[in-house]
């Protein structure tokens, strides 16, 4: 009968650390195995910020003054941020969909290392992030944007996959919570307010004085405001100590939302099985 | 050794006990089936056995491991098939084999091999590469139920498994569960017919609100619910009311125990329907007894109690009688 069983030392420390680490990647393997088989998913998510950044190059562009002068420049940084941001609900429905499927379930109910449920989508995401990001460096480059050296591109990369890795959280989180899929289109929706009252796309110092507050201390924001001091572009000058010290929030935001709702994420999932 | 083993089992949502003290003891390489109405608690159950959720109070053993205690022991050797099929809609039928077999930590070539084996074994040899989202109800079932079987698990739990499925489709997973079950598996369902519990199960465990409301084989519980009963169509109608009082008095016994009472007409004609006991001979003094009076009977047939009807009065739900 348990032919089939493989030898295994279940209280080992370092095997347990072993197969924690393969169980993850054999659980993002599983997503790579869904971007396979639905490329068009895969490219349709990749290709909305491209679609973006066309349409306010060369839609609203030649309407828009900014500190610099190249509104494609501020543009490209303020989009970067933003598919990170997207990234919230793509999380949240992987989440969603895996619990309400009792894929979850089934997961907990197999012998491999519990965290690798969630390690595994956080690989997967982080993976479709970079890849993502690709996609919109090499339409940026199309566009005629250049960045600078390859050191500070790679500090760019660090600092927006930071961010999405606070929204990888927040999103494992909420589709823990609620497990329906009605509140992730809830989530598409308030996605947009939340990335407007940022400077992403307008320099936050055109805003009303108590807006501007707001934008500048958005955790887009900052990790905004740092890439694109990392590429060179001037710092909007009317704006206060969050736009000074951008470079200290895009570091500090992430970390504080991403240890928030780790630790959020984990109570929840240990509340499954209440 | 008991394969699984529960004692006062309770499980407490929002001040309601789900679970109110459930003792269950299933036999090695038995098949049990837990019968309940909807919200009786079988999911639950099935869920804490499957180290899903943490009981409030008692102790559950699987295996002879407590599930609270050593988890990941439990899962080792368990399978579990829920009330909805939890496989991956956009991956192929093989591909969530080899995927649940990776993440039982089979090698690659092992979890390839056994993805194989497990089609095959669930008879979806031949399944090609489509995605499961284009599965009928059946496949997804059996696919389900593969996935389940990945380490020939010592301990089978299947949560209504044949639920939306066409007769056929109930016999594969039926012909499944035997073939495990000769395999040494032992197999804990729920299910909503009784007539599969009647097929399957050695022992049937009914639960309601929460608490064993009987347990048994199901000849033990229809023996012990009573209520066999013969029906007979006597061929003068102006004597069926006699035939059925004398019925009675015959079915209760020579040695003079006292009649159940009950006996009827079915209706102003010619059918009459008389209570029994089990009792060897029974028929057959009802036979006597009516031809003594010079009673002719044209037809006359013992109906034992169905587990619908034992199931029923257990679960209070019975209708006032018993239709004939
Ligand atoms: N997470 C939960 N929170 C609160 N109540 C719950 C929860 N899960 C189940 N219940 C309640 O527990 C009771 C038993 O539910 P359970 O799903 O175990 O019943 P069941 O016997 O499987 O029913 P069915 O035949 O409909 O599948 C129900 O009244 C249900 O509403
Ligand atoms: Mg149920």
Redesign the pocket.
Known sequence: MSAVLPPVAEDDLVERLRWAVTDAVTVAGRDVAHWRRQPAVVLVGALFPVLLLLMFVYLFGGAMVVPGGDYRDFLVPGLFGLAMVFGLEATMTSVVTDATRGITDRFRSLPMAPSAVVAGRCLADLGSSVLGLAVLVAAAFAVGWRPGGAAEVLAAVGLLLLLRSAFLWMGVFLGLLTRDPATVTAVQVLVWPFAFLSNAFVPASTMPGWLATIAEWNPLAATVTAVRGLFGQPVDAGGGWATEHALVLAVAWPVVLTVLFAALSVRRWQGLSR | MAAIRTLGLRKV??G?A?LDGVDLEVARGSVCALL??????????VRIMTTLLRPDGGTVEVAGLDVVRRPRAVRRRLGMVG?QPAVDEVLGGRQNLVLFARLHHLDRRAARRRAGELLAQVGLGDVDDRPVRQFSGGMRRRLDIAAALVLAPEVLFL??PTTGLDPAGRRDVWDAVRTLVAGGTTVLL?T?YLEEAEHLADDVCV?DRGRVAARGTPRELTAAIGGDRLELVVSDPARAAEAAALAERAAAGPAGGRPRGGARQAAPGRSVVVPVDRRPGVVGDVVRALDGAGIDVDDLVLRPTTLDEAYLRITGHARAEVPA
Do not use: I
């Open positions: 949502y929002g309601t789900v309940g109405p909807n919200g009786a608690g079988k999911t639950t159950a009330q949560d209504e729920t909503q639960l």
